[in-house]
């Protein structure tokens, strides 16, 4: 047995042909099958905050600047949520979902809440379906407002960050106002709604529109004109439409490349096919084109706002089915915790058919006749789908998530490879990726 130090593998140690080495086995297979390898190394890039978002590990093989080979390592944030939810009730499933994408979870919860729907064949209220639409949208900016500021830091444009930031509060301040929470509301229920939107709501949203519009404006002024920025994504991460297809690409990476595919055009859902709004595309197939996809979505989501509030009519929130309903005729005390007294009354004291079903409502849940479904939604990261499976119990046999992040996640090699390593970082935000969804 014989004892070396390699530069790049730290000590290692050689017998019968075999490699071992203290740093892992990144290095091993490489340095023992190809003659070159001492022209080569294989670097780490992540897990780090932001570049690779957060908990995403990208293993380069480098030649010099060159990116000659590209693996994602994923794993890092896994939560296990698909089968938490097969141990909580149907609704209790949405407390999970929303945790997922955690950029969007109104997203999250639409879609499963959707299949949940489609299985207990229910028609959710118009006014609950118009919100979902305006939540839903509402969202998308936030989120490609996170995707633009952390690829301009990225990217050297801390401006962008703080500017992307600023607006995103408006937002989830928006958020807090309608749903009492900024992230993870668990706001969308199957069958409706947890409750209608705050009085000042309504005023308060028509107000953001003209703002935020003014605001992207103020993006392409900092941004599209600019050569560095221009440098830095032109031409850089190129996948093709071709490409995108037979990865399973979705989302603005797909329709950057051409493909107008976005399904509240193509499969439309909650009502998408009442709305005037313009599927944006690009033919540069780059980080350059995912950019300006994202730009004007966001625009194109204002005028989808904008009529959503047109279209809210008065009406309930919530199926009028006891049975699915949930919360349950429930009222707030005084406090905003619990229940009011005079309903805590009314199910105590005056009605025990109430009582009863308040019980099982809250430790049980509802029944969902057996069967299976896959619905689907336009997240702003692609083809965010469920596929729910019911045994005809209080709680999914089984719920699987078509998770965008996780799909486009694989383009990265074929976007980087051959291209240098700065490009990299760029490529890869162009994806946006968020590993919540990645490690579901």
Wanted: aromatic content about 8%.
């Amino acid at each position: 047995m014989t004892q070396t130090t390699d530069p790049y593998a730290g000590s290692r140690e050689t017998t019968e042909g075999r490699v071992y080495t203290v740093t892992g086995g990144d290095w091993d297979s490489i340095h023992a099958e190809d003659p070159l390898a001492s022209e080569r190394i294989v670097v780490n890039m992540g897990p780090q905050h932001p570049s690779t978002h957060g908990v995403l590990r990208l293993v380069l093989e480098l030649e010099g600047e060159t990116i000659t080979e590209a693996r994602t390592v994923i794993g890092y944030l896994h939560t296990g949520i698909e089968k938490n939810t097969e141990y909580r009730t149907w609704t209790q499933g949405t407390t999970f979902v929303t945790r997922m994408d955690y950029l969007s979870p109104i997203f999250n919860e639409t879609g499963y809440c959707l299949a949940v729907e489609k299985l207990l064949g229910v028609e959710v209220p118009d006014r609950a379906t118009t919100i979902r639409v305006l939540l839903m949208e509402l969202n998308r900016i936030s989120s490609h407002l996170v995707w633009l500021a952390t690829t301009g830091m990225e990217l050297g444009s801390t401006t962008m960050m703080i500017y992307g930031f600023r607006e995103r509060e408006h937002v989830l301040d928006l958020f807090e106002e309608i749903t009492g929470l900024r992230m993870n509301m668990a706001f969308v229920r199957p069958g409706g709604l947890a409750n209608d939107l705050p009085v000042e709501a309504e005023q308060k949203i028509r107000e953001f529109i003209p703002y935020m519009r003014g605001k992207i404006d103020d993006y392409e002024r900092l941004l599209t004109g600019q050569p560095v920025w221009k440098a830095r994504t032109k031409n850089v991460g190129f996948l093709d439409v071709t490409g995108c297809l037979a990865l399973g690409i979705t989302g603005p990476v797909l329709r950057s490349a051409g493909l107008p595919w976005d399904l509240r055009k193509t499969m439309p859902y909650c009502g998408y096919e009442n709305y005037e709004f313009d599927v944006v595309t690009e033919t540069t197939g780059d980080v350059w084109g995912r950019y300006l996809v994202r730009v004007n979505e966001m625009r194109e989501s204002l005028k989808i706002v904008e009529q959503a509030l047109d279209r809210l009519a008065p009406g309930p929130v919530m199926v009028t089915d006891k049975k699915i309903a949930w919360p349950a005729q429930l009222a707030l005390g005084a406090d905003g915790m619990g229940n009011s007294l005079e309903h805590v009354r009314q199910i105590m004291g005056q009605s025990m058919e109430a009582l009863i079903h308040h019980f099982k409502l809250v430790t049980e849940g509802f029944r969902v006749p057996a069967g299976q479904v896959y619905t689907a939604v336009e997240s702003p990261r692609g083809e965010l789908g469920f596929h729910v499976v019911s045994d005809g119990g209080t709680r999914p046999y089984r719920v699987h998530v078509r998770e965008p992040s996780f799909v486009n996640l694989q383009a990265f090699p074929a976007m980087v490879e051959g291209a240098p390593i700065a490009d990299a970082i760029a490529s890869g935000a162009s994806l946006d990726p968020v590993m919540g969804g990645v490690d579901r």
